[in-house]
Each structure stands twice: as structure tokens, then as C-alpha cells.
């Protein structure tokens, strides 16, 4: 199982960002596939979940700003984010919700 997550950076205050999770080794098309995110110094915490037939769940943090959708011909795992705030500054991770296994993450700074 491996993931690769890009498009994280610095950005303003109300700016937006497209996270891309290229996800492999396991059968991407049936699996529930999920966004967490780590903030400097605290734990690790859920996001937003993607069912295989397209409902989706967020965390009340993020509900209404950010959109979790998938390219199951990709394999790849996307998480939109809009009106970004301070807050949402954490590395970024996907995963798929019955493994144990985690990519290296990228980094979403929000700053002014």
C-alpha cells in the first residue's frame, strides 16, 4: 500500500488549494478512502471520507470549505479546499479507512 500526496504550499487567508492523493496497492475503486491532517503540535484528526459509491462525510471544521472526491480510473484521491483559514495549517494526509499504512504527507501552510 503506498500513498503520494502533492499540492500543498503556502497560501492566503480565503485562498484555496487541490490536494492530490495518487494512492496504490489495494483495490482503490471499492475502498473508502479518507483525508486527516496534523496541525504542529497536536495530534492527528480526521477530515473528510469518501464512500466508493460517492457519499461523503466531513469533519464540522471543515464542512462547507473543503470537498473530498475521487478519479477512481486514476486512482487518485482529491481534496479541494476553499476559504481557507489559519486553522487549516497541518500536514495533510490521505488514507484508506481499513489500512494502518500512511504517506509522507504534504504540507498546507495558511498565512498572510
Known amino acids: 500500500v503506498q500513498y503520494v500526496e502533492s499540492g500543498g504550499g503556502l497560501v492566503q487567508p480565503g485562498g484555496s488549494l487541490r490536494l492530490s492523493c495518487a494512492a496504490s496497492?489495494?483495490?482503490?475503486?471499492?475502498?473508502?478512502m479518507t483525508w486527516h491532517r496534523q496541525p504542529p503540535g497536536k495530534a492527528r484528526e480526521w477530515v473528510a471520507t469518501?464512500?466508493?459509491?460517492?457519499?461523503?462525510f466531513y469533519s464540522d471544521s471543515v464542512k462547507g470549505r473543503f470537498t473530498i472526491e475521487r478519479d477512481d480510473d486514476q486512482h487518485t484521491l482529491f481534496l479541494q479546499m476553499d476559504n481557507l483559514v489559519p486553522d487549516a495549517t497541518a500536514v495533510y494526509y490521505c488514507?484508506?479507512?481499513?489500512?494502518?499504512?500512511w504517506g509522507q504527507g504534504t504540507q498546507v501552510t495558511v498565512a498572510s
Open positions: 469518501m464512500f466508493p459509491a460517492g457519499r461523503t
Open positions: 488514507q484508506e479507512a481499513s489500512t494502518p499504512t
Open positions: 496497492g489495494f483495490p482503490f475503486t471499492s475502498a473508502i
